[in-house]
């Protein structure tokens, strides 16, 4: 079936450096994209989305990139602090369907001094 | 404003017990999604309401899973009866349109 996917499980990165977390999907129809950070014990929140009509979105530290063409997505973090230490997920959906988000396994950044 | 409420916390049932899980959404939201999420593991659809009426509830095993949003704010998952397998957070979210917004969800252990 469709599905959602995450190149690396875990990520190891210095406290300053910036991190990047890869995410495949397969679905050709999704057309919103959305990255969510998760501490433990805690519900996923919110970092970043982009629908399918932008290559790149920015905020704050963050950017997404969506590349349509090899169905890929990523998130980069600027400038890593260990606040940023978390899984994060990233999901897809499609507007027609009512933004029921499918989530990937999850990415664990580990940000160290 | 305020988030996504869910209670309790955390639960532990044994097997063949039921459970109910509540949620108030972020006011005004109309879409309220349950998902279930195992250890280690993205968190899984379950049902998707707009309004107090049920979108999408393919992925909600209904032989032992309800779930209810009667007035179209909170909302009700009960699990009757439970098994090992359904040990899990399930957290609730809300929206109106994107993004969803999550609760901090319920743990739930089953013995």
């Known amino acids: 079936g469709e599905s959602v996917g995450l190149h690396l499980p875990t990520l190891s990165v210095q406290e300053g450096d910036n991190s990047i977390i890869n995410c495949a999907y397969s679905?050709?129809?999704?057309?919103?994209f959305i990255w969510y950070k998760q501490e433990s014990g805690k519900g996923p929140q919110f970092i970043i989305d982009?629908?399918?009509?932008?290559d790149k979105r920015q905020g704050q530290r963050v950017t997404v990139l969506l590349n349509k063409t090899v169905k890929h997505l990523s998130l980069q973090i600027a400038a890593t602090q260990p606040g940023d230490s978390a899984v994060y997920f990233c999901?897809?959906?499609?507007?027609?369907?009512?933004?029921?988000?499918?989530f990937g396994k999850g990415t664990s950044l580990l940000v160290t001094p | 404003e305020a988030g996504v409420a869910q209670s309790p916390r955390y639960k532990i049932i044994e097997k063949r017990q039921s459970v109910a899980f509540w949620c108030n959404p972020i006011?005004?939201?109309?879409?309220l999604y349950w998902y279930q999420q195992i250890l280690g593991q993205g968190p899984k659809l379950l049902i998707q309401?707009?309004?107090?009426?049920?979108?999408?509830d393919s992925q909600l095993p209904k032989d032992r899973f309800s779930a209810e949003r009667l007035k179209g704010v909170d909302s009700t998952l009960k699990i009757q009866p439970a098994k090992l397998e359904d040990s899990a957070v399930y957290l609730c979210?809300?929206?109106?349109?994107?993004?969803?917004?999550f609760g901090n969800g319920t743990r739930l252990t089953v013995t």
């Open positions: 979210a809300s929206s109106l349109g994107t993004p969803l917004h």
């Open positions: 679905n050709s129809a999704s057309d919103y």
């Open positions: 982009i629908r399918s009509n932008m």
């Open positions: 999901a897809e959906a499609r507007s027609n369907s009512g933004y029921a988000l499918n």
């Open positions: 006011s005004g939201h109309a879409t």
């Open positions: 309401f707009q309004n107090n009426g049920v979108v999408d």
